[in-house]
């Protein structure tokens, strides 16, 4: 979309949201593609427009990233370890059998342990991870880039949104393809120069800087394409909206 267009229908989302109330900006968000999976209902119109929005006017941004001696003393984290016993059991082992598996709507499904992800070129970032509720902290993250994985699983083209599993089965979450592809989204499995600590989501971590951190889903166990957030699942986030967690949380 050039600049030009991409202003007038910005303007005109901010309009249509001005004048006749949200319904309008909705509208004008589904002509054009940009509705979030979760824009019907009591929280979903605010919610559509935020996404669209953002999607118009923050296109192929980039998160911000920081220098080295901006990192932060102590990575936050962000209560105790979870007690789910498949967890407890992997980090007896040293996680030495940790395995991901890649599915979906892709050509070659596959089954990766951390090994071969650390086969994959990796990236590293300096990006803040910020809390909903409020606290923060900056920090370097090393991963292999998920878009290598999905290119090696050959997505297909049906396929919208990504969805990822963690090992505690109510941590999940889904994200779309623009995100998914984007070059700051990385499966992490190293922070601040060591392994990822199992307190920040080791031995594997999605990260993905531009939205707040409850979408940087720890213990990554699976990466599943879908065409459809909602025909996938019930609920859109592992937790419903009332307790604040949008399925876009872009910052
Ligand atoms: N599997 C899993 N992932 C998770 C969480 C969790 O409890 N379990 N908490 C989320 C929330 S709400 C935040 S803010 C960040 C916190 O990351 P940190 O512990 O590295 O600070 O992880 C997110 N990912
Ligand atoms: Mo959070």
């Not at 407890?88 to 071969?116: C, R, Y």
């Not at 999940?172 to 120069?193: F, K, R, V």
């Amino acid at each position: 979309m050039n600049t030009g267009r991409r202003k007038l229908i910005t303007t005109g989302l901010a309009a249509a949201a001005g004048a006749t109330g949200l319904g309008a900006a909705v509208k004008l968000a589904g002509k054009y593609d940009l509705l979030a999976p979760d824009s019907s209902g009591i929280y979903g119109p605010g919610e559509a427009l935020t996404y669209a929005t953002q999607r118009l006017l923050t296109r192929h941004s980039m998160a911000r990233e920081f220098r080295r001696d901006q990192i932060s003393k102590v990575p936050f984290v962000n209560g105790p370890l979870p007690k789910d016993p498949a967890l407890q059991a992997a980090q007896a082992e040293g996680f030495a059998n940790w395995k991901i598996e890649v599915k979906g709507l892709v050509t070659h499904p596959m089954t990766l342990s951390l090994a071969d992800l650390k086969r994959y070129p990796s990236a590293s970032q300096i990006t803040h991870l910020a809390c909903e509720e409020g606290w923060s902290y900056i920090a370097e993250w090393t991963g292999v880039p998920l878009h290598h994985i999905l290119n090696a699983a050959g997505v297909r083209s049906q396929a919208k949104y990504i969805a990822y599993h963690s090992i505690q089965k109510d941590w999940w979450d889904t994200i779309d393809m623009e995100d998914a592809l984007h070059p700051q989204t990385i499966l992490s499995y190293g922070l601040n120069g060591g392994d990822l600590p199992v307190g920040n989501g080791g031995p594997l971590r999605l990260r993905l800087p531009r939205q707040l951190g409850y979408k940087s889903v720890k213990y990554i166990t699976g990466i599943t394409a879908i065409d459809d957030v909602n025909k996938y699942t019930k609920s859109l986030v592992p937790a419903p909206p009332e307790s604040g967690y949008a399925w876009y949380a872009g910052i």
